[in-house]
């Protein structure tokens, strides 16, 4: 047995980057200390503010929900709505709705299901059959992000949480880096600042490892959708957390630097691609850079592959 580097309890993780070997207790303490860091300094809700969180009733999003319900709901007077977005992907959408109305009912808050089917007229499964060449993912990140804001604005909330993690953050920094847009660098949340029509995000476990989200699910006994979209293999998005993985692998910390790098590069990025304009879409309101929002553009290629 390995004991706590605090205390003389069993030891449950060893944290590679710190060199510290956590119990369970002292895991938690660290865990939770670094998500109410983060939902303060960058989300700056007062008493009394709305916040809505997407779910996907994965580990990641489930845990965020778990954590900003025990540590900013009652004690910090925060209110939360939940809310999932129903791609319309069979065999794997319908369990992920289920984990999260359970969470949602132990916890009593209350949950909007959004569906694309009901907002754009498709499901992502249909999208595959009507347009093969394109990567699902495609269709299902522009319509995800216009659903989850639309409703987020119907709910009236001042910010909308994600659950990604540090994986995720770190490898959208490598990926748009790699990619050379600079641009959508510039935009990465959490956002500070607001433009009207879009609601801020608020990212809690953006400096969380996945494997630690994943312990805690453990520890914590929280139940979750433990599958993969079957989609996720054609994500281009996939090879640079591989590619993340294998970096912290060879040298832990790599995950952590890049953020930092990031956030002291952020001001000059954003001093160089202010935010632009947005128009309100013609057709739906949303807010996009044309005239007719990008959710609205794939819309009517859809209707004319259909
Ligand atoms: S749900 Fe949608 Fe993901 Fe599936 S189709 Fe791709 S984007 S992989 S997070
Ligand atoms: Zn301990
Ligand atoms: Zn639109």
Same mark, same amino acid.
Request: hydrophobic fraction near 35%; proline fraction near 5%.
């Given at each position: 047995?390995?004991?706590?580097?605090?205390?003389?309890?069993?030891?449950?993780?060893?944290?590679?980057?710190?060199?510290?070997?956590?119990?369970?207790?002292?895991?938690?303490?660290?865990?939770?200390?670094?998500?109410?860091?983060?939902?303060?300094?960058? @989300?700056?809700? =007062? #008493?009394? /503010?709305? %916040?809505?969180?997407?779910?996907?009733?994965?580990?990641?999003? +489930?845990?965020? *929900?778990?954590?900003?319900?025990?540590?900013?709901?009652?004690?910090?007077?925060?209110?939360?709505?939940?809310?999932?977005?129903?791609?319309?992907?069979?065999?794997?959408?319908?369990?992920?709705?289920?984990?999260?109305?359970?969470?949602?009912?132990?916890?009593?808050?209350?949950?909007?299901?959004?569906?694309?089917?009901?907002?754009?007229?498709?499901?992502?499964?249909?999208?595959?059959?009507?347009?093969?060449?394109?990567?699902?993912?495609?269709?299902?990140?522009?319509?995800?992000?216009?659903?989850?804001?639309?409703?987020?604005?119907?709910?009236?909330?001042?910010?909308?949480?994600?659950?990604?993690?540090?994986?995720?953050?770190?490898?959208?920094?490598?990926?748009?880096?790699?990619? @050379?847009?600079? =641009? #959508?660098? /510039?935009? %990465?949340?959490?956002?500070?600042?607001?433009?009207?029509?879009? +609601?801020?995000? *608020?990212?809690?476990?953006?400096?969380?490892?996945?494997?630690?989200?994943?312990?805690?699910?453990?520890?914590?006994?929280?139940?979750?959708?433990?599958?993969?979209?079957?989609?996720?293999?054609?994500?281009?998005?996939?090879?640079?957390?591989?590619?993340?993985?294998?970096?912290?692998?060879?040298?832990?910390?790599?995950?952590?630097?890049?953020?930092?790098?990031?956030?002291?590069?952020?001001?000059?990025?954003?001093?160089?691609?202010?935010?632009?304009?947005?128009?309100?879409?013609?057709?739906?309101?949303?807010?996009?850079?044309?005239?007719?929002?990008?959710?609205?553009?794939?819309?009517?290629?859809?209707?004319?592959?259909?």
């Amino acid at each position: 047995m390995i004991p706590c580097s605090k205390c003389q309890a069993p030891a449950v993780i060893f944290v590679r980057y710190s060199g510290q070997h956590l119990c369970h207790s002292h895991f938690k303490v660290f865990f939770e200390r670094r998500v109410a860091k983060e939902v303060r300094s960058t @989300g700056k809700m =007062k #008493r009394g /503010a709305k %916040l809505a969180l997407a779910v996907s009733g994965g580990k990641d999003s +489930v845990v965020m *929900l778990r954590m900003l319900h025990n540590l900013f709901h009652e004690k910090a007077g925060i209110d939360l709505h939940v809310i999932i977005a129903n791609e319309g992907i069979r065999g794997y959408r319908e369990e992920g709705i289920e984990v999260t109305r359970r969470e949602c009912d132990d916890l009593g808050l209350p949950l909007e299901v959004t569906n694309f089917k009901d907002m754009f007229g498709y499901t992502i499964d249909e999208t595959t059959e009507l347009d093969p060449e394109t990567i699902p993912c495609t269709y299902c990140g522009v319509f995800r992000r216009s659903a989850l804001n639309r409703t987020a604005k119907d709910i009236g909330a001042d910010k909308l949480g994600f659950g990604h993690n540090l994986n995720d953050t770190a490898g959208s920094i490598l990926m748009n880096i790699c990619r @050379g847009d600079v =641009k #959508r660098l /510039a935009r %990465l949340g959490p956002h500070e600042r607001k433009q009207p029509g879009l +609601v801020p995000r *608020l990212i809690p476990l953006r400096m969380i490892p996945e494997e630690e989200t994943a312990l805690y699910t453990i520890l914590e006994n929280i139940k979750i959708l433990d599958k993969e979209c079957p989609y996720a293999y054609r994500a281009q998005r996939g090879q640079f957390v591989k590619l993340m993985a294998a970096l912290e692998d060879s040298t832990p910390g790599t995950r952590h630097s890049i953020i930092s790098s990031y956030e002291s590069l952020k001001k000059t990025l954003l001093d160089n691609f202010p935010a632009i304009e947005l128009h309100h879409c013609d057709n739906c309101g949303e807010p996009g850079i044309k005239k007719i929002c990008k959710a609205c553009e794939l819309v009517e290629k859809l209707d004319r592959l259909n």
